[in-house]
């Protein structure tokens, strides 16, 4: 991001004063990385994407969100989007939300689904797959 807006800044979005207000989207994203990475850890499953996943972790972050990882990158993105002001910035993060949604997340959920059966079913009806 940070190459692309160097690169091709285009066009302000965002005001100076408004730029530090990143700070939030990014911390929020961040914290929802760490923890759901820490969650990982403790359950002692795979974090790998196109891994096979062995154990279902459905509590802490995943109770509010199927993919807590994801919307953590996508606030981020905002968040570092809003530092920087450029449209292409925040064109970049505005790309990944539909790449993640249609591809890599379907991805992970057939591979939950063949693993995980009926309380991969269960946990998909109780959690939304963003918020």
Request: charged residues 15%.
């Amino acid at each position: 991001m940070g190459a692309v807006h160097h690169l091709w800044p285009g066009p302000r979005w965002l005001s100076p004063a408004l730029r530090p207000w990143g700070a939030v989207p990014l911390g929020v994203g961040i914290a929802l990385l760490v923890t759901a990475r820490l969650q990982f850890a403790r359950h002692r499953t795979n974090i790998m994407t196109f891994g096979q996943p062995n154990r279902l972790v459905t509590t802490g972050a995943f109770a509010l969100s199927r993919n807590p990882m994801y919307l953590g990158f996508a606030l981020v993105l905002v968040g570092a989007s809003a530092f920087s002001g450029g449209l292409s910035a925040l064109l970049l993060a505005l790309v990944f939300l539909p790449v993640a949604d249609r591809w890599y997340i379907p991805y992970e959920e057939r591979l939950l689904a063949q693993a995980f059966g009926t309380a991969w079913e269960d946990y998909k009806r109780r959690v939304r797959r963003w918020l």
